[in-house]
Antibody, heavy 121, light 107 residues
Framework: QVHLQESGPGLVRPSETLSLSCSVS????????WSWVRQPPGKGLEWLGY???????NYNPSLKSRLTISIDTSKNHFSLNLTSATAADTALYFC???????????????WGQGTLVTVSS | DIQMTQSPSTLSASIGDTVTITCRAS??????LAWYQQKPGRAPNLLIY???SLQSGVPSRFSGSGSGTEFTLTISALQPDDFATYYC?????????FGQGTKVEIK
C-alpha cells in the first residue's frame, strides 16, 4: 500500500518561498499523477497542481504564477515551491496520488497526513 | 472554472438514519465526480468515484448517484464512524474543484 509523507518548515515568513516535499513509499512516482492540495484552517479543500513523472505539470490558475511542482524519480519524491507567500497561504498542505490516466489525474485515492504551514512574521 | 455547490452545509442526524447530501456543478461534468470523507485533522478519504462507483474498502452503506450537474451521496443506516465532513469534487476540468463541504453531526 502506498504511503505519502509531507515534510518542510512549519513557519514561513511573508514574501518568502514556501517549500514542501512529499516522500512516497510502497509505490513509485514513475506511475500515476501526483498532486498538492491545501486546506486553510476551518475551510475547504483547494487543489494546487499536479505533476507526472515525465515532468508534465498542471497548476490551478489562481496560483499558476507563484507555484512550481517538481519531481525526483531517483528519490521517489516530489516537491512544491510557492513563492511570495502571504498569510492567505497558511494552510494544512496535503500531497496526494491521482490516477494513472490524465482523465483521473485529480482523483485522489491516497493522501499524506498533511503538514501545517503558517505564514507569519 | 467549474463551481461545485453542496447542500446542506450542516446536517444533524441520529445513528441509524439515512442521510442525503447534494452537490451541484455549474456546468455538466458528465460523471466525473468523487466524494470524500474527512475527519478533523485527518486527510480526506475517497468514498465514491465516477459519481456512483464505490472505492475499494468503503462500506456499502455509502452510495452515490447523478450525472450532468446534479449528484447525491447517500449514507444508509448512519454509524458513529460516519460523523464527519463530506466533500464532492469534480475532476472533469483542470482545476479539480471541491465543494465547500457538508458536516454531518450528531443530533
Amino acid at each position: 500500500q502506498v504511503h505519502l509523507q509531507e515534510s518542510g518548515p512549519g513557519l514561513v515568513r511573508p514574501s518568502e518561498t514556501l517549500s514542501l516535499s512529499c516522500s512516497v513509499s510502497g509505490g513509485s512516482v514513475s506511475t500515476n499523477y501526483w498532486s498538492w492540495v491545501r486546506q486553510p484552517p476551518g475551510k475547504g479543500l483547494e487543489w494546487l497542481g499536479y505533476i507526472y513523472h515525465t515532468g508534465n505539470t498542471n497548476y490551478n490558475p489562481s496560483l499558476k504564477s507563484r507555484l512550481t511542482i517538481s519531481i525526483d524519480t531517483s528519490k521517489n519524491h516530489f516537491s512544491l515551491n510557492l513563492t511570495s507567500a502571504t498569510a492567505a497561504d497558511t494552510a494544512l498542505y496535503f500531497c496526494a496520488r491521482g490516477g494513472d490516466l490524465k482523465v483521473t489525474s485529480r482523483l485522489f485515492d491516497s493522501w499524506g497526513q498533511g503538514t501545517l504551514v503558517t505564514v507569519s512574521s | 472554472d467549474i463551481q461545485m455547490t453542496q447542500s446542506p452545509s450542516t446536517l444533524s442526524a441520529s445513528i441509524g438514519d439515512t442521510v442525503t447530501i447534494t452537490c451541484r456543478a455549474s456546468q455538466s461534468i458528465t460523471k466525473w465526480l468523487a466524494w470524500y470523507q474527512q475527519k478533523p485533522g485527518r486527510a480526506p478519504n475517497l468514498l465514491i468515484y465516477m459519481a456512483s462507483s464505490l472505492q475499494s474498502g468503503v462500506p456499502s452503506r455509502f452510495s452515490g448517484s447523478g450525472s450532468g450537474t446534479e449528484f447525491t451521496l447517500t449514507i444508509s443506516a448512519l454509524q458513529p464512524d460516519d460523523f464527519a465532513t463530506y466533500y464532492c469534487q469534480q475532476y472533469a476540468s483542470d482545476a479539480g474543484t471541491f465543494g465547500q463541504g457538508t458536516k454531518v453531526e450528531i443530533k
